[in-house]
């Protein structure tokens, strides 16, 4: 496509991310020919690729495994790729590599709001449909983002916060820079000051999204606040840094942590007992979801029906955003929230 979709801003911005599973499910079944797993008997020539940053850190891995499932099953070509650390710039040179590879579909979790906007909007341009996972790229072209409320994540993440430390104390949360993540700060520290006048958020610890990095900044909050009540986490490495921290610091109950996302070995302090729980997004069905949407815009089935030609009419077939919504993970549940390991 050449020309810009238009989007009508009227209508309602959020369908059901339950509904949209149920379609999926009820369409890849009334499209296989037999039972069995895949919609096509071999794998295609096309591709499907996510890009993401700080990609070494464990967060990813349902993503990886959603990719891999969801190519296995359309009999289609998935790839996780992207920069190692939060660098903007080197991942918007990795979407233009991946543009000039033609693939079918890309989904982005962006670095920002606005760096990717060239890039999304160049590939749209030419033909391959973007959406945004997790963070999203309002101004672009991008078809339709998945992921949680960010900005309600970090309330329900204050919410647990607040009631674990009894109402009251110092608090400082953990963020990096990363379209989304700050979102969930900014619902930490705008539900906090709404809602308990008797807690103080005395620092944004930015951990990087970092393993390694993350204890020693936790560590320094700590040393600066010997009174600290509380560390609420906005990304999946604050939640280990923090509890690596406090365990140093031998402030094991003293300090209260709520952490974010369902990385593997910050589940290990849930269980223990260090962190009182984790806000988690529904890592594994947002990318099934998109490679999905992605699939049915290629092979022009499912919404991509709703117009003899979407694209001669100049308008997205998807919605406009997906809110999958969060998944608390506590002492009472977290086994059901570890990986098998192969």
């Not at 509904?19 to 020539?45: C, E, M, R, T």
């Not at 094991?252 to 849930?270: F, H, P, Q, W």
Request: charged share 20%; net charge neutral; hydrophobic share 45%.
């Amino acid at each position: 496509m050449h020309s810009r979709l238009v989007r009508d801003r009227a209508r309602t911005p959020v369908l059901a991310a339950a509904g949209l599973a149920l379609l999926a499910a009820g369409y890849l079944l009334g499209a296989a020919s037999a039972p069995g797993p895949a919609v096509q008997a071999a794998p295609s020539g096309e591709l499907y690729v996510y890009l993401a940053n700080v990609t070494q850190v464990p967060f990813w891995i349902d993503q990886k495994r959603a990719l891999e499932a969801a190519g296995k099953y359309l009999g289609v070509r998935t790839e996780f790729t992207g920069p190692t650390t939060a660098d903007a710039q080197a991942e918007a040179a990795a979407l233009d590599q991946i543009i000039a590879r033609r693939p079918a579909g890309i989904m982005v979790f962006p670095p920002d709001s606005k760096t990717l906007i060239p890039g999304i909007n160049r590939a749209v341009d030419s033909g391959i449909p973007v959406i945004t996972m997790i963070g999203d790229v309002p101004d672009s072209k991008r078809f339709t983002h998945i992921g949680i409320d960010n900005y309600k994540a970090g309330e329900e993440g204050a919410r647990v916060l607040a009631a674990t430390i009894g109402g009251r104390g110092k608090v400082v949360v953990g963020t990096f820079q990363a379209a989304g993540v700050l979102d969930r700060m900014r619902g930490y520290k705008d539900y906090l000051a709404k809602h308990y006048p008797g807690i103080q958020v005395v620092g944004v610890v930015d951990d990087h999204a970092d393993p390694a990095y993350a204890p020693q900044a936790y560590a320094a909050a700590i040393s600066a606040h010997p009174d600290l009540a509380g560390i609420g986490g906005t990304d999946g490495d604050s939640g280990a840094g923090a509890a690596r921290a406090v365990i140093e610091a031998k402030k094991k109950g003293a300090i209260k942590i709520v952490a974010m996302d369902r990385n593997e070995d910050m589940l290990n302090y849930i269980q223990d007992g260090t962190i009182t729980a984790a806000i988690a997004q529904k890592s594994y069905m947002e990318t099934w979801l998109a490679v999905n949407l992605l699939y049915w815009l290629h092979h022009n089935i499912g919404p991509a029906q709703m117009l003899p030609d979407w694209k001669a009419a100049k308008i997205d077939p998807l919605p406009l955003d997906v809110d999958t919504g969060i998944m608390v993970i506590t002492r009472d549940n977290v086994r059901q929230f570890r990986h098998a390991t192969k």
